[in-house]
């Protein structure tokens, strides 16, 4: 029993392929591939036939596929998706096989512990943040686009405040869950990396998101490895911290 990460597929998992991803040629449904944010095949304001054309798809491969979500996911349709327990916590269920993880939970996947936390803040929004209320949304977002600015998000429509969490007891439950343990698993898995490996990457807008990763990092066990995506590189920051984007990695 296997467990895989790849990092963001915005909406395309064909890397996922058995041209591409062989492996899975002798997996099972135990084996688990694992999204480390950005899934993105719950993005559009409402199911559209692409979502569920790969979800579909997804659902006919012999692995279970789990995502830690991160900022370009639709969060107003995810929190309406069923609930169910799955590796001993709570988890959003698409297909059968396809789960979204929750955040600040210890899950148990094939004998290894993994503590997963959701989300990150987006870089792509420096030309602006339209209200989807607005009724002139869509002509303000054209009038950016003639301007040559395309760094814009649309809230309720491309963009969603929950990319980075903001109740306090979701923060506090992750550290909970750590300590019980002694802050000792097998692995975290996140979308963004703490604040100060974001700088090592050369990333310096850092969110409550980074800064709570800091924290944690401080109390971590030596052994745990920290694997996330968002930047779009396949880096090994240091010898327990990997950014994954398009490899396909098999690490337990």
Known sequence: MSIFVTGDLHGDPRRLSSAIFTEQRDMTRDDVVAVLGDFGLVFQPEETELEKL???????????????????????????????????????????????????????????????????????????????????WLEKAMKLQEEGKNLFRVKGVSWWPQEVESDDAVYQRGLDALEAVNYDVDFIFTHCASARLEEKLGFYDHSRLSDYFDLIEQRLSARTLWLFGHYHMNVQADDRRFCIYEQIVEIA
């Open 54 to 136: 790969f979800l579909d798809w997804l659902e006919q491969k012999n692995f279970t596929l789990i995502a830690t979500l991160g900022n370009h996911e639709n969060y107003d349709r995810i929190a309406k998706l069923p609930v169910e327990e799955r590796y001993g916590a709570p988890v959003y269920v698409l297909r059968e096989n396809v789960f979204l993880l929750q955040s600040g939970y210890i899950y148990t996947v094939n004998g290894k512990t993994i503590f997963n936390f959701n989300g990150a803040s987006s870089h792509d929004i420096t030309d602006g943040l339209l209200d989807g209320n607005d009724p002139d």
